[in-house]
């Protein structure tokens, strides 16, 4: 069953019920499970490696999906004519102990898109990370990534995020409907939006050479990358800002409307602020080393976040 | 009768419905539930997304490709582009971004203002709201489909001397 929105004068308090439409209403819930999976990360980033062995080359974070529903990682990208290159994706927990994992190869110098699925173990907050290697050493290299996750079919029974099927039951338009079946189809929804946050905006600094260049040295910060916020929330809600360095004491500072998320040190750092934020605000990315040195901003995200 | 899109409410921040026997449940119980499912379907569940590029003209690969999710139900893609221009002031730069689902296009033109080749001076370009327009929406899905699905953008930058920064890509959601 695909999603098919009930007429809007079906469902109407004060007045009998549908049974068609309260069936329909039953299987559009159970198909919200399956056909919500909105974008985690897109962008475009050049990784690029020539190795034997597997080379980590970018991180993003994967918050929430408390029902461990498969995450799927597309790439664009090439090997080497005569070659095996070989991508691998793995989600990964803060220590990077890894808790699911796939990968793809190419054995051509076009570019094409790869997808791997991967299922993962584990709870709360976890990362995707990629890693490319050659069978010699020969080019591999990515272009654009893209991530989001969403299973391809309803599972049984009651899942950790309070999820459970409903089609099937009976709810019929005359007789009286029962409590537990009218809050789980709001809960259901509610479910599905909590465990899968939309990836709002994303960035991954470049392996190898190629674009975007995230890396700055000095202790003066520089403008490293801006954007538009999508937005689209109506009112204040909570978001999710994670941030991933490298280098010699790297700072990096994310402004967006009247936000300002200011962080150091290597790895990952996270803040969840709670904010409105109107659609098309401009954000600024910035990044320094506080001695001076080289420092990178390796990753930025910002998210939706269930309160 | 065609239903609007719905933008709220934010469905991972409201409270678990708790409903306790014996209190009777309601049609507006089920009303709420259509709903919220509805906004998960439409404008709140699919709210866009910004794709970093940092594409000069001729980069290695030319004309790259970038796959995009579309949400249920969306033909159209709004695209707010983040640009640059270097060389001579006046001078036009040209994106195509054309679809590989639909073979649609839109093209987004730009001139030097003067501000400089460089992500400090660079402002933006957006698609039109007319569908007809050369610059108008992108169509990429034919027909309302209600399942996620994707599409591979192919970005011709040849006509110019500049950057694009990057794409903010709106859903549009329409009244169905």
């Known amino acids: 069953m695909v999603y098919a929105p009930n007429d809007p004068s079906t469902i109407i308090a004060g007045l009998n019920g549908d049974s068609s439409a309260f069936a329909a209403l039953l299987a559009n819930v159970d198909d919200a499970y399956v056909n919500h999976g909105p974008t985690l990360v897109c962008c475009s980033v050049s990784f690029e490696v020539s190795a034997t062995s597997a080379t980590p080359v970018g991180e993003f974070v994967i918050p929430a999906n408390d029902d461990n529903n498969r995450v ?16 691998t994706f793995e989600v990964v927990d803060g220590a990077g102990t890894v808790l699911g994992s796939g990968t793809a190869t190419s054995t051509s110098s076009s570019y094409a898109f790869s997808v791997i ?22 080019l591999a290299r990515i272009e654009h990534i893209v991530a989001s996750v969403y299973p391809s079919s309803t599972p049984a029974g009651l899942t950790t995020s309070g999820w459970a099927q ?27 939006a909590r ?66 998320f200011e962080c150091s040190a290597a790895g990952w750092q996270h803040d969840l602020p709670t904010l409105y934020l109107p659609q098309g605000s401009p954000g600024f990315v910035y990044c320094r080393s506080t001695s001076g040195g080289t420092a990178q901003l390796r990753t930025y995200q910002m998210l939706r976040e269930a309160a | 009768m065609a239903r609007a899109p719905e933008r709220s409410p934010a469905l991972d921040q409201v409270n678990a ?22 906004a998960l379907y439409t404008e709140w569940g699919g709210p ?31 695209i707010r582009a983040l640009v640059s221009a270097g060389g001579s002031k006046g001078a036009t730069s040209t994106l195509v971004i054309t679809s590989s689902h639909t073979a649609a296009t839109t093209t ?66 329409e009244v169905r």
């Open chain 1, 166 to 192: 409903v089609s099937g039951w009976d709810l019929s338009p005359t007789g009286p409907i029962p409590s537990e079946v009218v809050a789980r189809l709001s809960n259901n929804t509610r479910a599905v």
């Open chain 1, 195 to 260: 465990i899968r946050p939309c990836g709002l905006v994303s960035g991954l600094h470049r392996y190898g050479g190629g674009v975007p260049n995230y890396e700055v040295t000095g202790n003066v910060y520089t403008l490293v990358d801006r954007f538009y916020w999508p937005g689209g929330d109506l009112d204040r809600r909570k978001y999710r800002a994670s941030i991933r360095l490298g280098g010699t004491d790297p700072q990096a500072r994310l402004v967006v409307g009247p936000y300002s």
């Open chain 1, 72 to 87: 799927r990682f597309w790439a664009y990208w090439r090997g080497t004519t005569g070659y095996t290159a070989t991508l």
């Open chain 2, 108 to 173: 987004l033109t730009w001139q030097d203002v003067g501000s400089g080749d460089s992500l400090e001076g660079a402002f933006e370009v957006a698609t039109s709201a007319n569908p007809d327009d050369p610059n108008g929406p992108l169509l990429v899905r034919s027909g309302a489909d209600w399942t996620i699905s994707s599409d591979d953008l192919t970005l011709t930058y040849d006509a110019g001397n500049g950057t694009v920064w990057g794409l903010l890509f709106l859903p549009v959601h």
């Open chain 2, 17 to 38: 419905v708790a409903i306790v026997d014996p209190a009777p449940a309601r049609i507006q119980h089920l009303l709420r539930a259509d709903t919220w499912l509805h």
């Open chain 2, 48 to 78: 866009g997304f910004y794709v970093p590029l940092h594409l000069a003209k001729n980069d290695t690969p030319d004309d790259p490709v970038i796959r995009i999710l579309v949400s249920a139900g969306v033909q159209y893609m709004r």
């Open chain 1, 117 to 138: 699925n991967v299922t993962p173990t584990g709870s709360g907050v976890r990362y995707g990370r990629i890693s490319l290697h050659a069978s010699a050493v020969q």
